[in-house]
């Protein structure tokens, strides 16, 4: 068993780091503010590790079974005796595997940080958004409660919302994580919805307790929440989808994914740890976490999860072949590799049930945390020295950018899936168990990844070839030009993760039961995706690696469907008729309207009519004495007569 | 201990404003005052711990009760369960915020203080008495300091808007007098206002029928129950921003806690009758007051519209009549409470310094007052519900609350409030967007300085507030549970 | 038919409301207040009506009248002075003359 | 029909109609007169009913006093001999009506009553006896009333004189 | 008989003052305030059961009271006023028909027989009447006097007829044999109600108010607020004597009567108050829709009935003569009466303003001031009929009344004010007694124990 203390000193030491940077980060440590964080975060990236190891080689495993283990554990919030909500840390293969990447690549970005965002004015503020991050997505993959992992998953989304708005006097910046925000948000309505419909079924809000009762059919919740059922579909896969929905929020899966590209406005490293490598894979996680609820409980939502990430993937990757601004590309890539990993974990839910496709969906988050946020990293670099996101901006930076160059080419070959790099183990993994499963998703999945081998190199080469001679003049500094070691350093360890990941037999120690899985395909399996993304990588050679016209002489000749297609296929714009027309004109407005002229407009005329009657009625005070007495006396008669006649 | 130290120190403290000499400065001697009301609630705090640790089984502790009228038997009767401390906790709160962020008033100095301690002093007494008469008489106390608070001291058209709230609130209290009447009068042969002797009887369910609306409604004015919140927008708007601290932080809780404790715990059978009513009007004044609080300009009818849309949630949890909701209910008027308190103290602020609270004519102030902008920002993700904030904390009582009822009514209200934390965002989002972000549009903001000592002071207390509940609730569970457990077995027996 | 008391409450009622006519429709002060002294009249005539044929026991009735008629006296002595007073100031005692107050 | 009835019905038929006529006449001397006219009538029938006594207070307060009071005021505030402006038409018929409603009330209520008799003994209301009630103190004497009186007609004596005496600074004026 | 005899005495000792003329002003006044002080003291102090004159005269320790309180208000009156009585030319005539009057509504209060009330309600109103003329040269001043005198003439003669009636039926008119007589025949009913009729004009109750916003508007400040306020409590007093003792038996009768006739008054009040810009008349249209909460707190009957009644009329001699005392004081020394001349009353005059303020509060029934407790007590004593709806009918009507004050209060707080009114009411007599007015708002309602003093009493 762990110390409960060293777990808990993982996510509190960068929590520390932001509360220290948050408060007195401009007073007292101004530009040291960016060591403290990254010691910090480095102490935890060292007990993360030795947690790890601890665990995989370790206390983990009992008689050849990972199991699932709660070191802390405190009762936060207490509704009733059963429903709580629980501040815990859970210990199983996934999460284990998720503190690492996290820590890993918090840290990573961290270094790179120091130097890319060095005379910031708001350097501090900076890192200590990006602990409070780096905080709560700890705190997300350990939580050991349904609850623990919504509040986590909002804190999230704030530091997210926060760091894309870093540039806060940028309107297209606020802009973005507004939207960013918005959008999570609206996702996470579904979330919690479907917490509570789950949690009421289960009376449990405690992750364990919760996937036992939903997914054993002798248990009394089980039958109910199976045999309640609205609009004919069953309590459970209700429940399941909603909670998928905030996943798919969060991941950027289809149709949620607007927000993402527009999350690039925040810093590039930034994008590459929230945006590309641990927040967008937090919906992942989600349905990894609950993945015996998902597979068992409702093969439904299952299916959902598998389509949503089939068509994610591929229309990304179809967008990705048309965008320009080369951070863009990288998140509909991100968008596209999610997508993957969605699929891989909903192709389960078809047929018979095994666990391939959970190994496979995690195996692929964690390399591609590595080859992605390397790119990203990268892409801070060029950016750096180009001043410019565009394309069209750069070319021939190969010999400018050396070590960038060629740890960009790695990350590309690796998400191309190219062997022996990470990304072609783990996507073929997934291509395997889709290929078991489902033909259809098999089939859409490997067209995807031959796409995305071309416009990764589209990429690439028109960086780093085409215009061979543009950029000369910058070529004085040439020491400065990678930013130095704080800058490089980050490329190079990443580039050797993504190329060595490959080769962790993560199939013993990732699954979805905590028992080994065998999932290797036969070698002849991998000819097929292997063929298509080197072809893939000659289409975009041919098209980019020399400058010429060819490339837009295809987009003219389908210029209909590529500006669809560059468009994003309108999707944006379908958001923004719903808000501003619908959310807006039709309800807001309305409504505003109603409260000022209706419900106020009526108290207002109460007390109009009340004036008006006594201003009306003034006449009976005519000062006229007689008048008077007539009243007078007709009030008399008139009691009279009421009291005689009428009532007696 | 005797509670009516709770009402002595303001009283004594809203005298020494009035009776000081040239040369001392009243708004020393609030602050003072309120600081040692606010000690002395949290003295309370711990003793009504130790108490509680004596007998749980007593509802209310700290019980005196002086006979006043016994020509109608009416008692000096005062005791204080957990919902009343946490209550009391908040009023000190937020009176110290109140006092410090009002540091700078020029005119009429001394009334202005006297007013605001004078609140206070309405408050608090409402919070502890145990007399349905008591607690009228404290109700309507808060009314005319309110009036000339907005009347003199307001900005815009405060006339109008200061007549409005106090009539409003008079009809509120006119149709809470009934009731009340209603309840003596058929509080069985030896009558009385007392709350735990009417508690303990059972008044047949025909007489509840009639007085529950009454009582319930007349206290829903005063938590901007739909329809009756118009009163909310215009009164928190043109208020001095202690007062719509005052305002919107207390008095609108003096409703919804005059709901629970007298309407709902009183009238038990009754409220199981209305429940429905209730619920629908509470979901309307949440998902409707966000809608409205979109399409604001101002950013204090921003807020007074969030105000509207919050206290729904506070009425809902109460509709529910399930535990968790009513002790997320309490929870959200305590949560609500700080948090709008915190937001018209910074509105207030930004006013001070810019002159205008029109959301489009500010931007990028987060270059100019880093400070409040943070307050700001904090104030609005605690409105939105981020965890961490009270906000949070509050909602998701009231939603767990409220979905332990299965049935399809229930789950469409709920599935109804909990899109409004959707709306919520985009609306705090927008004004932050607007506000704090963006260019700097107007150069001479640059000019502007950040908050000054006591400003920074008031709204660290009211942040200090929020983080505590928001970080660890559990403490403010364990006082609420036990006052909620007690409606709750009214609720359920028989 | 032999006269009775019926007779005299119907002399009597006619007559107050033969004041109260006057009194409604008189536009000079004096000659209002002339049908005061009607209605007032009328009512001494039935209390010494009633004395007369019901209770004759006791004399109530006759000292009321007496008692009204000295209260006729000195309230129309008063209104005389106010009456006098009012045409000194607005030079004329047309009931129409004092409707200043109103509304 | 005996004489006394005679007498009855031509003292009622004198109150009525210088009644109606003081109230509807236009010469505001002759009101005064016919007022005159319908007090010594209703004094007459004082005498009719045999009470001498309140007849000769009748005809010395009321003829004596207030009706030569009106007079003189009459003469104080009126220019003798022009005519009454007259009513408004509305007003009268309003007035008619009014005064219709509560005549016939008042009849109908009147006429249906059966009044009860009291059984005892009479007293005589000679002057003797009206005298001493009217200052006894102990059975149903009626000296405070007395005293209450008078306290008014001295208030109103002096109140009349205030009211109606031009005081010097007035004359400055 | 005591504060009979000491009201007699002093009108005599004015007499003889009045005949041998030569006393300034000042210094009669100051002796007439004590005396009144001393009459005041008196009325208070050691009050018994019993009767005279053979019933025509009775008095209880509850009679002694509430003559207490009435000559409490007069000499507040005589305090507040002292600007215009120093500048009126005949004090000493001023004082003895107020006296009078005085005497009049004591002898009323403690009235035996109808002929006894009827007679000191004559010596109670025709003075009054006498007094309204007392701005001689003011043409409004003789205008109120003359629609007063002839308007009560008028009611007198109704209620007259309405006396003989019950003569005629019961063939007693002491109130002692009443009660056993009466009974609700239609004859009765009809006598009832124009009897009725004479309490209702002069308690000013709509329709037979019409009368009280002209006379209180055109006569001098003095009288108003006594009429407003003495002649309306005495009033109240008698009438639940006659309500509960004399015609009890004929209960339902009255009790709905007082409910239509409550209802209306406090309606026409309200909305008469809500549009007028002379202070007095304002008070007066105030004062119907008071009378109106008084008729709610008689409709209930009984014990609590009589005492809310005292008590709110206790309660509204502080706060009416508080709210009259500024209005003269202001109309006294800058002859401003119209409520637009308050604006900005409050940069020059922060006593006055806040004592208006207290005022008018406890007149909108306000805590903590006394009008709250008392109109709470009204209510409460009206609502033990169970009768709801008329309750929250008057509660509602609260809410309009609060509208007018608090229009004042604008006026006088909010309002700014180029040139307002210079400071006035700086002199003793004036100050003083609004102090005690402010007191006694702010005292009767927490002190318990006046209340249950009251309750005591029979």
Redo the contacts between chains.
Sequence with gaps: MPDSLVIALIPLLPLTGFVLLGLFGKKIFRNNSGIVGTLLLLVATVLAIYIAYGYFFGYGKTNGVYQKLIPVHY??????EN?S?DMGIILDPISVMMIFVVTFVSLMVHIYSLAYMKGEERYSTYFSFLSLFTFSMLGLVLSSNI?QI???W??VG?SS?LLI?YY??R?SA??A??KA??VT??A??GF??GI?IL??YSNTLDFGLLIQRLTSPDSSQWRTATEAS?LGISALTWGAALVFIGGAGKSAMFPLHIWLPDAMEGPTPVSALIHAATMVVAGVYLVARLFPVFAIGSPQAMHLVAYVGTVSAFLAAMIACTQTDIKRVLAFSTMSQIGYMMLSLGVSGFGTFDGSGYTASMFHLFTHAMFKALLFLCAGVIIHYVHSNEMNQMGGLRRKLPVTHISFLIACLAISGIPPLSGFFSKEEILFAAWRHNAVIYWMALITSGITAFYMFRLYFSIFWNKENSHQKEGGAQHAVEGGALMVLPLILLAIGSVCSGFIPFGNLVSFDGTPVESKPHISFSILPVGLGLLGILIAGWFYKKQNDRSDKIASSFSRIYQAVYHKFYIDELYLFITKKI??NL???P??W??KNI??G??NLT?NTTTMISEKIKGIQSGKLQQYAMYFLIGAAGLALFFIYYRR | MNLSVLLLIPLLTAIAILLAPRNVQPRWIALVGSFIQLVFAFILLHLFYSEKAGNDAASMVFIRQYS?????N?NYEIGVDGISVAMILLTAFIVIAGVLVSWNVQQRVKEFYFLLIFLGLGAYGFFISLNL?ILF??L??A??PK??LI??WGSGK??YS???L???L??GS??V??GL??L??SSGGERTFSLMQLARLHIPVGIQK?FFP?LFTGFGVFTALF?F???V?DGHSSAPTAGSMFLAGISMKLGSYGCLRVAVYLLPDAAKEYAPVIIVLSSIAIL?GA??T???RDLKYMNA?SSVSHCGFILLGIGMLT??AI?GAVMQMISHGLMTALFFAVIGMIYERTHTRIVSEMG?L??VMPFVMTVFFIAG?CS?????LSG??AE??I???S??H?G?FYRVA??AA??S??VT??YI??AI?QV?????KNQQYLQLKDAGWNEKLAAIILIIGIIAIGV???WL?HLVSPGAEVIMQKITNK | MEPGLYQVLFISTTLFFIGVYGFFTRRNLVTILMSVELILNSVNLNFIAFNKYLWPHRLDGVFFTVFIIAIAAAEAAVAIAIIINLYRSHQSIDVEKTEELKY | MSGSTIIFYLLAALVLVSGWLAVTTRQIFRAAIYLLFSLVGIAGLYFWLQYEFIAAVQIVVYVGGIVVLIIFSIFLTQQSGQKLPSQKRGRIIFSILAVGLGLTLTMLQLFQYTFVKSTESPVSANVTSIGRQMLGVNDNGYALPFEVVSMLLLAAMIGCIVIAMKSPENEQK | MKSEMVVTIIIFLLLIVKIGRGMKNELLLSIVQLLLLLNTVIALVYNQEGSLFDGMFRTSSLIGFQKGILSLGTYLISLLCTDWLKKNSNLPEFFILMLSALLGMFLMISSGNLLMFYLSLELSTIPVAALANFDIDKRISSEAAIKMILSSAFSSGILLFGISLVYGATGTISFAELPSKVNSGSLQTLAFVFLFTAFAFKLSVVPFHLWTADVYEGSPIAVTSFLSVISKGAFAFIFLTALYKVFGSLHDLWYHMLVILSIASMVIGNLFAIRQQNIKRFLAFSSIAQVGFILVGMSGGGA?GI?SVVYFVLIYVFSNLAAFGVASVISGQAGKENIDDYRGLYQTNPFLSWILALAL?SLAG???TAG?FGK??L??AG??R?N?WF??IA??N??IS??YY?RI??SV??DKNEQPLGPVGKDSDSRFALLLCAVGIVMVGLM?WI??YI?GLK
């Design positions: 009762s936060w919030l207490r509704f009733s429903l909500i609850f919504y509040i986590f909002e804190l704030v919302f708005g806060y006097d309107p606020v802009a994580a507004k925000f918005i948000r609206f996470d309505l919690l919805i509570l949690s009421f609205f959310l807006f309800v807001g407005r409504a505003a109603f409260d419900v106020d009526l108290v007390g | 006043w009228l016994t020509a109608w009416i008469f008489f404290f309507e106390i009314v005319i009036y000339l009347g003199i405060k006339e200061a007549n409005k106090a009539l409003m008079m009809g006119a149709l007098l009934v009447l209603g003596y009068f009639i009454l329809p919140h118009t009163w927008p409707y809608f409205a979109m399409m604001q519209y535990k968790t002790v990028g987060m270059k993700f939105l519900g981020l965890p961490g949070f904390v998701i009582t939603f767990i609350g979905w332990e299965s399809l709920t599935v909990c899109m934390i959707v965002a985009v989002l927008r967007a704090a972000m963006g260019p700097v660890a609730p559990s569970n | 609590s005492s509060f306000i805590p903590p709250f709470l007590f209510l409460a609502a033990s169970g709801y309750i929250a509660a509602l609260m809410i609060l509208y608090l209060i604008r707080f909010m318990s209340y249950e309750q």
